[in-house]
């Protein structure tokens, strides 16, 4: 059986009610990715980084997945071969749909992180500067999310899978953010098929042998109706 392997960005949450970064209007419209999104920005207000990711964590607990969650978790569970989920996504939407095989390459808005000695606990829903390190103790609790300026999570086994995919499917993501807008490159150049499936043609959709355009609610479940009934 083939081996396929999905990157998936914020595009496959829109539909949950969850806004993309990019997008017109989009979060990083109405913040400035500096200040919350890189450990400078964390180190200047910690405060304000703590409300952007409260306030995405709260709306995350209050999103249910979408019918494409909902597919990529059906396909894991009726395919004969090896289904992997590669998210950039700090939701866990994949997982609430009952996806397993779910790799959080940018982190998880449901885990806390010390900044001081790299202990990890599930977060709160609200977390505050004044929060402490459960193992240390240090004033250090910041969200497990990786920011820019940060090495991605799981990269190493990433770089494997994609060397290892029969199918490599980008599904909801710009393709403006590194290291995830190569996979599709690397997978193709270790042989896989590579498919894209996004509302509009990505920053690097010319690495990908088939291009597939609209909502992911419609055209995820009918990407994975053609592997599961080929
Ligand atoms: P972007 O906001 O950059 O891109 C979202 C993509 O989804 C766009 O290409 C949209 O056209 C597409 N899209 C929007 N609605 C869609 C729908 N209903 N169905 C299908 N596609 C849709 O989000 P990402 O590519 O995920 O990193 O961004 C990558 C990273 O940049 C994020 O993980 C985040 C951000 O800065 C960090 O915060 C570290």
């Not at 392997?5 to 109405?30: K, M, N, Y």
Request: hydrophobic share 45%; with cysteine; charged share 20%.
């Amino acid at each position: 059986m083939d081996k396929i392997v999905i990157l998936t960005g914020a595009g496959i949450s829109a539909e949950s009610g969850l806004g993309t970064f990019r997008d017109e209007g989009g979060l990083w419209a109405q913040h400035r990715l500096e200040d919350v999104a890189t450990p400078e920005g964390f180190a200047r207000d910690p405060a304000l980084v703590h409300r952007f990711y409260n306030a995405r964590r709260v709306q995350a607990a209050g999103a249910a997945p979408n019918a494409a969650h909902h597919a990529l978790a059906r396909l894991e569970a009726e395919y004969g071969g090896d289904v992997l989920v590669v998210t950039q996504n700090v939701d866990g939407l994949h997982e609430a749909a009952g996806s397993r095989n779910v790799l959080h390459m940018h982190g998880a808005l449901s885990g806390a992180l010390c900044a001081a000695c790299d202990h990890r606990w599930p977060a709160p829903l609200e977390m505050f500067p004044h929060d402490t390190c459960p193992r240390c103790h240090a004033q250090a609790a910041r969200p497990d999310i990786v920011w820019f300026g940060e090495m991605s999570y799981h990269m190493e086994d990433i770089w494997a899978h994609l060397e290892e995919a029969d199918i490599f499917a980008a599904i909801g993501t710009s393709g403006q953010v590194y290291p995830a807008a190569a996979f599709g490159q690397h997978a193709g150049r270790a042989g896989a098929h590579t498919i894209e499936l996004n509302l509009e043609a990505s920053a690097n959709v010319r690495d990908f042998t088939e291009v597939r355009q609209g909502v992911a609610s419609v055209i995820v479940p009918e990407w994975v109706d053609g592997i599961l009934y080929r």
